[in-house]
């Protein structure tokens, strides 16, 4: 069949390849379903990354740890590669608890900073966006305080002498660091966070002891997992937590892949084919979103190719909610974090500042089989102290040689903590390596990247103002070999 129309004086026809029999007719809707639910499904991925990595991370702690809601995980000592966690660092233990309001409204009891520990942490809700700040950054100032977490929907009376927090959705997620002060020594900053409580308002007048678990004991499976599992998890949130105005959209275009509220998922083997196809390509996009210079990262100095986060991000991110008035940012908020890390604050505040390096000072992509040299100055504007530590480009978690789950005391960074064991140079800067083994001589400088593509962070603690007025400056990194 042809479409024939007049363009000035002269005829143009276009043939239309609609078929001519019910067979050639069934292949074309085979083919346009196929490419519906394809091209749905990546929409859909790319729009779930941060709530489906954050159910995961919940579901993993409940099945790892063998814990429940308002139970809180509290490491004994940093992180390890058997705790799989998006870009977690290593010097400071963490401490988890999971919130569940669909029985009603949750208290949260932070301390007051300690004269040698103190809280710092964000909950977030079931889309990880940043609710409420704790310790001397939140709400409570570090004097501490009962945060009232209230579910959406709710209209009791709310006592006095809470902070309250109301939410949209019902599960919460608090992530938390103590941290020594004043000389205060890890033990002290593990008894003091055991201070912290959790518990159902409806039981205020005498709540029950919390029960605490050793988060460095075992290991913790807690990364996003691309494979089915994705949309039928993606279906359950859908069924499990209230529709926002700003996600009716989706929520339409989810039916056209078997996700509907009220409905189970079972997607036949034609759709599931599709849909593993989606997700295999939206992660691609998300790792190129992630990657591509100017997108999620630009370099913090000209001509460097250390990175922050870039200006277009930020502006967009509105307390790393990605919500403005004129749009949600679908792929900045996937690509530009949630794709690589958990848990934003609600407000960046002067307690750490990263720098983020994916390539050499040649500008390409760091490879894990090759060595590189990083050379830290003397006198790196961290009042505190800095760290770098490598991250495999696949996971976004420490790399590790072998299975992750047997990894314990293998090295994944480097901080100034170490210097005492590390070999400086005259001017009293210090040579870092990066690859799969040590250079002679320079062992306790040296970090594995286990032989596979990784990435970098360098984290100051207490950053100083020659860092944003860029009179300082980290040299990049030098492939050596």
């Known amino acids: 069949m042809s479409f024939c129309r007049y363009v000035g004086m002269v005829s143009v026809c276009v043939a239309l390849n609609i078929g001519s029999g019910s067979d050639a007719r069934a292949q074309t809707q085979s083919d346009l379903d ?49 705790q799989e966690l998006l870009t977690a660092n290593n010097q400071v233990p963490y401490m988890l608890t999971f919130l569940n309001l669909r029985q009603g409204p949750v208290v949260v009891e932070i301390p007051p900073a300690g004269a040698k520990a103190l809280l710092f942490g964000s909950f977030v809700d079931n889309w990880q966006a940043p609710i409420v700040d704790v310790g001397p950054e939140g709400e409570d100032q570090g004097r501490g305080g009962k945060y009232l977490f209230v579910p959406p929907g709710y209209t009791d009376p709310i006592p006095d002498g809470y902070l309250v927090v109301r939410m949209q959705g019902y599960a919460v997620a608090g992530g938390l660091r103590p941290v020594p002060a004043d000389g205060g020594t890890a033990e002290e900053a593990h008894a003091y966070a055991q201070q912290m409580k959790v518990y159902p308002l409806k ?53 056209s892949i078997g996700i509907e509220r009220g409905k189970t998922f079972e997607p036949d083997a034609k759709l599931q084919k599709a849909l593993d196809a989606a997700l295999v390509d ?21 001509d460097s190719q250390w990175t922050a986060f870039s200006p277009a991000v930020m502006h967009i991110a509105n307390g790393f909610t ?72 696949e ?7 072998g299975p992750c789950d047997t990894a314990d005391n293998f090295v994944v960074g480097v901080s100034s903590l170490d210097k005492q064991a590390m070999k400086l140079n005259s001017d009293g800067s210090v040579d870092v390596y990066f690859g799969p083994k040590a250079p002679s001589g320079f062992e306790k400088n040296w970090v594995s990247t286990a032989g596979k593509p990784f990435f970098l962070i360098f984290r100051l603690y207490g950053p100083e103002k020659p860092l944003f007025d860029k009179s300082w400056r980290l040299p990049d990194v030098e492939k050596v070999q």
Not at 395 to 401: N, P
Request: hydrophobic share 45%; proline share 7%; with cysteine.
């Open 34 to 82: 196929y490419q519906l639910a394809y091209q749905r499904g990546i929409e859909a991925v790319i729009w779930s990354m941060p709530a489906i990595s954050i159910r995961e991370f919940q579901q993993s702690a409940f099945k790892d740890y063998g814990i429940t809601w308002n139970d809180i995980v509290l490491f004994s000592k940093p992180a390890t590669p058997r």
């Open 322 to 393: 990605f919500e403005t008035d004129d749009a949600l940012w679908l792929d900045a908020r996937a690509g530009g974090l949630f794709y690589w890390a958990t848990f934003a604050p609600k407000k960046l505040g002067g307690g750490s500042f990263y720098l983020m390096g994916l390539r050499d000072s040649g500008g390409q992509l760091f490879e894990g089989s090759s060595t590189y040299r990083l050379r830290v100055p003397a006198n790196v504007p961290a009042k505190q102290f800095w760290s770098a530590i490598v991250y495999s480009a």
């Open 203 to 255: 039981d205020a007048a005498a709540p029950k002891p919390n029960r605490f678990v050793d988060g460095y004991a075992k290991p913790y499976h807690s990364l996003p997992v691309y494979d089915a599992s994705w949309f039928g998890e993606l279906a359950a949130m859908v069924n499990d937590e209230p529709v926002r105005e700003r996600d009716k959209v989706m929520m339409g275009m989810l039916t």
């Open 395 to 401: 996971t976004k978690a420490f790399a590790c040689v």
């Open 282 to 302: 939206a992660r691609r996009m998300m790792e190129q979103y992630f990657q591509t210079p100017g997108r999620a990262l630009t370099p913090w100095w000209p």
